[in-house]
Structures are given as structure tokens and as C-alpha cells.
């Protein structure tokens, strides 16, 4: 009841339709928005971010998501992890006639250059198209963060709790059966080990903008 009603309250006080409210069972801190229409927008938070955050921190929290909603940036990402998937499955098919292509005219001793080359070609453009529309996915998901952590502030003028709020997230985010980083991204932090999905990989990559970042901005309102 106490989740309901600030997600109701904040829905009414920014004309905005109730999305459904799910539980994420797992201690650590962590909240996400989903969806693509009004009938299938959702809020998803945690259990420990339920019962470790204060009522103002929640309130933020559950704000910033709403910003998603509202923003329908949760609409745009949903639609660029879709392509991103469209691509990764192109490159593997011709990838794949590129290889069974080059074995069959390697058995029957044929070049086969012509038709080798319009699938090389083809695979270099899905590549290409695969690795462009990833660094479109990781650019919307960086800005994204920011925008809704500003969303949060425009509709709590509480810009201290958001930053209380991340502090907190900050030391524990790690949602334990989140595998797949395309629906991670989706998180106000992202829910696994920093370790395993930093290292290594230049700030391009990111799904997030440091959460470090977000609270200094956050603590100069």
C-alpha cells in the first residue's frame, strides 16, 4: 500500500496514467521502468530497495522511473534493443552462408567468388548496421539516466534524496538472476558486478553514466 500511493500520487500530480507496480525479490537495490504503451507500462523495484530506502529516497526513485514513462524513453529503448536483436540475428545468418558458402565451393572446387563477395559485402553492412545501432542503444540508455534523474527532481523538489538514493543503490545493485545486459540497461543502476561488465571496456560501451557523476550534479541543485 505504501508503494501504491506514492506512485499514485505522483501519477496524479503529473496527469500521467497508473503503470503497473511489480516486486523484484531480491535484497539488493535496484528499480527499472518497462513498457511501451499505457497498458503495459510497468515500475519494477527490489525488495531491499523497498525496505532500505525512506519514504522521500523511494519517492525519488519511483519518480525517476516515472520520468521514463513519461519521457517515453522507456518506449525508445524497448524499440532499440528490438533492432539491436534484428541485426545481431542478420550478421549471424550471413556470417553463416559466408562460411557454408566458402566450405561448398571449397568441396566442389569451385570459386564461387561472386557470390562469396555480395555475402562479404552484405555481412560487413549488417555489421556495421549491428554495431552503429548498439552504440545508439548505449548512448539512449547514458543520457536517458541523467534526464530522468532531472524528471525526479522537477516532480519531488527533492534533489538531495535521488543523490541519498543512489548513494545507497550505489553499494548494492547487483539484481542476482539479471544475466542479459540489454534488459539491464533498463535499471537506474546497472544490476550486475561492476567487475564483469567494466573491465576492460572503454566508457563508449557503457550502458550507464557513472553513478558518481549523477550525484555530484544531483548535490549541486
Same mark, same amino acid.
Given at each position: 500500500?505504501? *508503494?501504491? !500511493? ?8 503529473? %496527469?500521467?496514467?497508473?503503470?503497473? *507496480? ?6 539488493? +537495490?535496484?528499480?527499472? @521502468?518497462?513498457?511501451?504503451?499505457? #497498458?503495459?507500462?510497468?515500475?519494477? +523495484?527490489?525488495? %531491499? ?26 518506449? +525508445? ?24 558458402? #566458402?566450405?561448398?565451393?571449397?568441396? !566442389? !572446387?569451385? #570459386? %564461387? %567468388? ?24 548505449? @548512448? ?20 538531495? @534524496? ?10 548494492? =545493485? ?26 576492460? *571496456? ?6 550507464? =553514466? =557513472? ?6 550534479? +544531483?548535490?549541486?541543485?
Amino acid at each position: 500500500m505504501r *508503494i501504491y !500511493n506514492m506512485v499514485e500520487n505522483l501519477c496524479v500530480s503529473q %496527469g500521467m496514467s497508473m503503470p503497473r *507496480i511489480d516486486l523484484i525479490e531480491d535484497d539488493s +537495490l535496484n528499480a527499472f @521502468a518497462s513498457g511501451i504503451s499505457d #497498458s503495459t507500462y510497468t515500475i519494477s +523495484l527490489s525488495h %531491499g530497495l523497498i525496505n532500505k530506502l525512506n519514504d522521500e529516497e523511494l519517492e525519488a526513485v519511483i519518480a525517476h522511473e516515472l520520468s521514463h514513462i513519461r519521457n517515453r524513453d522507456v518506449r +525508445l529503448l524497448v524499440v532499440s534493443i528490438v533492432f539491436v536483436g534484428i541485426f545481431a540475428m542478420l550478421t549471424q545468418i550471413a556470417f553463416r552462408g559466408l562460411l557454408t558458402t #566458402s566450405h561448398q565451393s571449397r568441396s !566442389n !572446387n569451385k #570459386s %564461387g %567468388g561472386g557470390v562469396i563477395l555480395i555475402i562479404v559485402a552484405t555481412s560487413v553492412v549488417v555489421g556495421i548496421g549491428y554495431i552503429f545501432s548498439n552504440l545508439m542503444r548505449f @548512448a539512449i540508455s547514458k543520457s536517458r539516466e541523467y534526464i530522468a534523474d532531472t524528471g525526479s527532481v522537477e516532480m519531488t523538489q527533492r534533489p538531495q @534524496a535521488l543523490a541519498s538514493a543512489l548513494k545507497k543503490i550505489a553499494r548494492n =545493485p547487483n539484481i542476482e538472476a539479471m544475466e542479459r545486459n540489454d534488459i539491464a540497461q533498463l535499471f537506474i543502476d546497472h544490476p550486475r558486478r561492476r567487475e564483469q561488465f567494466l573491465s576492460g *571496456i572503454s566508457d563508449l560501451f557503457d550502458t550507464h =553514466p =557513472p553513478i558518481e557523476k549523477r550525484i555530484t550534479i +544531483l548535490e549541486q541543485y
